[in-house]
Every structure is written in structure tokens, then in C-alpha cells.
């Protein structure tokens, strides 16, 4: 175990009544759960998302914390929140990182796996 390791897991809903596919906007909202495994405790600081829709358009999302929060989380400890994204299919997915820092000092990344966002049963 490393002593600077968060554990991230993702689960996302497409949002039917805040989307419009006549104008081409689809809205999803994503629920993540970030859990400090390491051994140190640690801050999360600011956050990086790149968001793909299926033409190919890429977003870019850089800012401090997460749903207007900074959680420290000691050692086995979780933060939960959700939030949103527009695109203009109903497809696309989104991947990421955390910046975060240790109580000691250390500054390490969190990589956030690639999830998929899609309309349900849109994919086989």
C-alpha cells in the first residue's frame, strides 16, 4: 500500500428532464466516492476533468476542490458528491485527476478512470 493512494469509483445517470435532444443537449450527473487507502492523511485540492462527447469536442475543466469543498481525509476515511456535466450528444465520457496534498508535505495526483456517460440503454 502506498502511503499517498486515494481510491475513486463513479457512478453516473443520464438526466431526461434538464435535457433537450431537440437542442442537442444531454445532461448527466455523476455520484463519486473518493476514499483515502494510503496511510497518510490528505487534502484534496483542485480537480481536472476532460469531457468527450461523440463528435470529438473536448471540455476542460479546471478548478479548486470539488462541489465547493477541500476534504481532508485521514486514512480510510470517504468523501462523497455529485455533479453535473452538459454535452451536446448522448454519448461521451470523462476522465480526470485530483490534486491533493499530504498532511506531510507530499503533493501527489489521483487519476480518475475514464467512465462513460450515456443515455440508458444506449449501449449493448
Not at 33 to 48: D, E, F, M, W
Not at 101 to 120: N, Q, S
Request: glycine letters at 8%.
Amino acid at each position: 500500500m502506498s502511503a499517498y493512494e486515494f481510491a475513486v469509483t463513479v457512478r453516473t445517470q443520464h438526466l431526461p428532464e434538464q435535457s433537450k435532444p431537440d437542442r442537442d443537449q444531454f445532461v448527466f450527473s455523476y455520484t463519486i466516492t473518493i476514499k483515502n487507502t494510503g496511510s497518510v492523511a490528505a487534502q484534496l485540492i483542485s480537480r481536472h476533468w476532460v469531457i468527450l462527447d461523440a463528435n470529438n469536442t473536448v471540455q476542460e475543466v479546471r478548478g479548486l476542490g470539488v462541489v465547493g469543498h477541500q476534504p481532508l481525509l485521514k486514512p480510510g476515511e470517504e468523501f462523497e458528491y455529485t455533479s453535473g456535466t452538459q454535452m451536446a450528444t448522448a454519448q461521451g465520457s470523462m476522465y480526470g485527476e485530483y490534486f491533493c496534498v499530504a498532511e506531510d508535505g507530499h503533493r501527489f495526483e489521483v487519476p480518475i478512470p475514464e467512465f462513460v456517460l450515456t443515455l440508458p440503454h444506449a449501449l449493448h
